[in-house]
């Protein structure tokens, strides 16, 4: 980050920070834990680690005594441009998902409302400690579109990849248009955001998706595509990829919860990750999360939120949910066979390790993902006293992947720079993020009307068939020598009558 540090106060400043006397997850390749330690972070990158640590004159200290001090956290694959409409999806399918913005509404979101969504979402997830967000962008229907994704990334102080895409259009158009080269092109040169080219591939025999990936070499870009995904993409897809040769070391599948054992031995055997978004999948119906069959192919594994049009935007839910459906699934395939499960093979510091190594390894960036001298300082303490879930911290790797939430992100570094401080986010002026918002709320309701946005929110629900119960009585009538149930509480049953 070529962006300095800001104190409390939002004063610029040079100054070395030190966060002292924490439970330190380096996360390093032993994943070290050290009781009490010590995080020194000198002109943006981590200096030292360790116990009682000397620091340079004039370094801010941090007190995280009780907490849990971490790296920066890393979400892979998230929709940033649909954040201003946070929660309006919570009882999507899929399919309605895709009708509302693919089919009819999306196109009515404008660069203004792609900022707004982007400026949100950026915020929101540096004050839940993640600190390099992918914005897997495929609402950029023209490059006035992507300027103004690109703008508002660059407007707050944390790392972000924009990924482009653009779902009005097939990436064999998109990908080759001039415009759009020149625009990847000048943001490369700027080199102040990362880039990727997103889009997926259908499995159509004709291979439609091949220019985009010839344009991806050209610019030496990574893909990120959504693999094996229910009735959208699948394993054809990922043989065309396979066969002519554009699955790398640097591409993400996406969900990759439908796939066969073959198309999971292909991602494996070229070096490919796979970010696994469980809430997504686990109430849209992409598939089953899959991390229950991905481990045992050995194919690294990130984790991501996919978007707050429907579920939370911080990785501490991911971490979580994930947890729960590799664990529920080992369960279910062991009881299916008459079996019990007696170890669990997912394990919290797993998740954990996903949330911040596996993103690092995920966007080929070896510097971020740990507590080590010379990574960069990108460091995320977790520590509450207000709250009593804060303590008592016995279970370092249990703690953040199950008893911590976003609330409990007490201070943020990225690149050494202070981005959030006892609780608040430093720089921020969140009433004007919240008028940006409020004015692509006020358009898209407008442009949908009153009843396709009431209808957009609460669609129908399916008819359910309740089964008869045998147990179930039209009279309720005791001849028992216990009486009736009203008996029982000294009132008299329905059959009895009394009289005064």
Sequence with gaps: MSQPDTDVAGQATDRPVVLRN??????????????????????????????????????????????????????????????AMRGYGADWTLTQYFVWYYLEHGKAFRPEDVYAGNLLSAWDAVEAGVTTTVDWSHGLQTVDHAEAAADALLAVPGRFLLAYGNIQAGPWEWATDPAVQAFLKRRQEEGKLGLQLAFDVTGDPAFPEKPAFEVARELGLPVTTHAGVWGATGDDGIRLMHENGFMTPETVYVHAATLTTDSYHRIAATGGSISVSTESEQSAGQGYPPTWQVRRHGIPVSLSMDTSVWWSSDLFSAMRSTLGADRSREHLEAHSRGQTVTQVHLRAEQVVDWATRGGAQALGRDDLGSLEPGKQGDVVLIKNDRSPVSFPLLNPYGHVAFQAQRGDVHTVLVGGRVVKHEHELVGADLAAVRRTVDATVEHLQSTLGPEAWAAGMNPALPDDDVLDNPYTYTEYKSHSTHGARGDVFGEPSLDQHTSH
């Design 22 to 83: 924490g439970t330190v997850l380096t996360m390093d390749d032993a994943h070290t834990v050290l009781p009490e330690a010590d995080v020194l972070v000198v002109d943006g990158k981590i200096a030292a680690v360790g116990q009682q640590l000397e620091v340079p004159a004039g370094t801010r200290e941090i007190d995280a005594r009780g907490g849990v001090v971490m790296p920066g956290m890393i979400d892979t694959h998230r929709h940033m441009w649909q954040t």
